[in-house]
């Protein structure tokens, strides 16, 4: 059987069992203000308790994954609760007991980045554009800066979360950000393919076999990125860079740095 959520405005909600489809909802980039992570956590939260559910794909609407997190959402004002909020989201798709598969197209950036790479699986276009822009807006992102090292070794997480440059779908799946990297056009029937396989399979079995794999990393993980936010709102927060960076972004011109 077949359902569609309507009560989201921030995310499309396709069920068909043993499959979820969740769809980031707010074009052109889909970016991922409040309203959408209360929505994912809302919609998580929904699947956990279904056993009938094995699987989640989460891709983006339109010509986009995600360009990341709200910027404006960065102010003094309401930076705190921007990161709970999204960090909840994060744990949420991290300790989900149910096979999590990115789908990745276009933009995926920042925040975007971070959603697609704690989930199980990740398939991206070749030509996809990843990265974590944050530095240039004089912050960090806080999911990548704690467990992108484990995912493509620290010298390539320093390089993309320093420098903030981008990379391809292809070349996030050569240096294993992503599972793999197809051609253009093929991302829907590859993902379909993988999804239709995991849903041949018990979904009690993947549940604990997933607990089980990453019983370890769970507990560094969450250290870590308890450490990494509280560095971010009562270290770089106060710094007048940082307040410079978002602003100038908002007001659609060249930051100019301090050092302070």
Known sequence: MTTTATRFERLAVNFEAPVVRI????????????AMMEELTSVLNEIQSQSSISTIVLNGAGKSFSAGVDVAAHARAT?????????TVVRALLGTRKVTIAAVDGHCLGGGAELAMVCDLVYTTDHAKWGFPEIQLGCFPPVAATALAALVGQKRAADLILS??????????????ATSAV??????????????EIGKLS???????????????????????????KIYLEELVETVDAQEGIRAFLEKRPPIWTGR
């Open 23 to 34: 769809s980031l909802n707010n074009p052109p980039l889909n970016i991922i203000d409040m």
């Open 203 to 229: 979904p009690a079995a993947l549940a604990v076999t997933k607990k089980a794999m990453y019983a370890w990393d769970s507990m560094h993980f969450d250290k870590g990125l308890a450490r990494a936010e």
């Open 79 to 87: 930076v705190s609760s921007m990161l709970g909020k999204f960090h």
């Open 183 to 196: 051609p253009d056009g093929q991302l829907s029937s590859v993902v379909d393919q993988c999804a239709g």
């Open 164 to 177: 903030g440059r981008s990379i391809s779908g292809a070349e996030a799946a050569h240096m294993g950000l």
